[in-house]
């Protein structure tokens, strides 16, 4: 990280405008084994000159992996102060192109559920709020206020910006609406998956499977170290999602096309 962003940075964590991304920014920058570690785990899927997507960017720690990694980057979010955030961060950058709204199944318009008090968690998925309604570890959380905002597909972003050789979707239980808008394979993505709303998990499973996808690992947590060390089946993945603690809550599924890049 440059002293600029750095100073960028500081300068965030202590605007009273910001106040609600505090938290976001003091746990996803300032610490350089973190992101040591991503760079390392990245960098299997990310090299000098890709093109990578970045949809549900939240503050941007993952662009600012990608570009430690050489990537241009085509960053997406759909929350506005989230947006004055990657603004401010990557202002100099002409190597980060953000885009405002959220990736669906069709262009249009969503209304998202914004959490104010926990940012990371707005989603455009009102299934998903439901099923944090009274689950365990999710107590307290609430989505009090609904903004509507833009959407976008996949493959307009596509058509747009060029195919991306990696692309990570983080987009709290609206994952499968993301990979609706997909019509072709690509060298390989990430979604996350949570255990309140596993069914959004095969349904993404399913769709990559019928876009010629073939091989799957996991990440669980924000630990960035694969499951299993080898691309297993579609079908593998669900079983395992499937059997996974309630209390592991969250994770990062891999997908690859062609069983590529080689090794995990």
Not at 14 to 40: F, I, K, N
Request: aromatic letters at 8%; proline letters at 4%.
């Amino acid at each position: 990280m440059t002293a600029t962003t750095e100073a960028r940075i500081a300068a965030l964590r202590t605007d009273p405008a910001m106040s609600l991304l505090h938290r976001s920014l003091d746990v996803y920058y300032g610490d350089p084994q973190r992101d040591a570690r991503m760079d390392a785990f990245y960098s299997r899927f990310v090299t000098t000159g890709d093109l990578v997507f970045d949809i549900g960017s939240h503050v941007g720690d993952h662009i600012g992996s990608f570009r430690r990694l050489g990537a241009r980057v085509v960053a997406v979010e759909p929350q506005p102060l989230c947006l004055r955030a990657l603004r401010a961060i990557y202002a100099d950058d002409d190597q980060v192109t953000l885009v405002e709204g959220a990736c669906g199944a069709a262009a249009g318009s969503a209304r998202l559920h914004v959490n104010s008090a926990n940012p990371t968690v707005t989603t455009a998925s009102s299934d998903f709020v439901r099923a944090a309604q009274g689950s365990g570890g999710w107590e307290g959380e609430v989505w009090d206020a609904d903004i509507t905002v833009p959407v976008v597909t996949f493959d307009a972003l596509i058509q747009e910006y060029g195919v991306p050789s990696f692309t990570k979707i983080d987009v709290e239980g609206f994952e499968d609406e993301v990979l609706a808008g997909l019509s072709r394979p690509l060298p390989a993505l990430s979604f996350e998956f949570t255990t309140i709303a596993r069914a959004v998990a095969h349904r993404c499973l399913d769709r990559l499977t019928a876009l010629g996808f073939d091989g799957f690992d996991v990440a669980l947590g924000d630990i960035k170290s694969m499951t299993f060390q080898r691309w297993v089946t579609a079908s593998d993945m669900a079983a395992h999602l499937l059997e996974l603690p309630h209390l592991t809550n969250s994770g990062d599924v891999y997908c690859v096309s062609g069983r590529q890049p080689a090794g995990v």
